[in-house]
């Protein structure tokens, strides 16, 4: 009967501690179950998918997801598409992660391949490049020079003229122009040669 006893009691005792580690295995798996569900929820991230569907339209559009960003590549696979980015360290797609998403929503589909409906700060968006613009330039304009009229060419004053022509009667000429007399200087000389011939008139009268 003793000998009994002590075998009953052993393996009471041996049952007894396989429930304890059966429990603080399970008190272990639970733990780390909800303090890697709490981690996700703290950090929360951006998945973001392209090539969508055929119509964009229809086809873009926020949504919740509650992954990692390694399941990011298979749930936009399942949506036809593929991964464009996914931001571990975002709490969402929101916030400007993608720019049509609001708070809370952490899956962004899109149509298009590249920039499209999901550009944010996670998945990037195109960058506004300057066109540069044409600065006018001030050309120089030739300043006309006068050329010198040659010998028979049409003037108007010396200057005109080729060095030494001179301007006679409108022409560029190598002659001077002759002297001209003025009215008055026509009037004593015809006064002039009337009294010479007056004066040798009167001295041949007296000779004869």
């Excluded at 009994?4 to 041996?14: E, H, I, L, N, Q």
């Excluded at 926020?62 to 992954?67: A, E, K, L």
């Excluded at 609001?102 to 149509?111: A, D, E, I, K, R």
């Excluded at 550009?119 to 300057?130: L, R, V």
């Amino acid at each position: 009967m003793v000998g009994g006893a002590v075998g009953w009691t052993a393996r009471a005792r041996s049952g007894g501690q396989a429930q304890w580690v059966v429990r603080v295995v399970l008190h272990v798996a639970v733990t780390t179950l909800v303090a890697v569900t709490l981690v996700s929820a703290a950090h929360g991230v951006c998945c973001v998918c392209e090539g969508i569907g055929a119509q964009p339209a229809q086809n873009d559009g926020c949504s919740q997801f509650t992954g990692l960003c390694e399941d990011c590549a298979a749930l936009c696979s399942a949506f036809g598409g593929t991964a464009r980015a996914c931001c571990a360290n975002a709490a969402d797609c929101g916030n400007g992660g993608a720019d049509t998403c609001s708070g809370g929503q952490s899956l962004c589909l899109q149509h298009a391949m590249g920039f499209g409906f999901c550009d944010g700060t996670c998945a990037g968006a195109p960058t506004a490049t300057s066109t540069a613009t044409a600065t006018a330039t001030n050309t120089p304009t030739a300043t006309p020079t006068n050329t010198p009229v040659p010998a028979g060419g049409s003037c108007m004053t010396t200057a005109q003229c080729a060095r030494p022509l001179v301007c006679v009667n409108g022409i560029c000429s190598s002659r001077p122009p002759a002297p001209t007399m003025s009215k008055t200087g026509l009037v004593m000389a015809a006064l002039g040669l009337g009294l010479i011939g007056i004066a040798a008139l009167t001295i041949r009268r007296r000779v004869t």
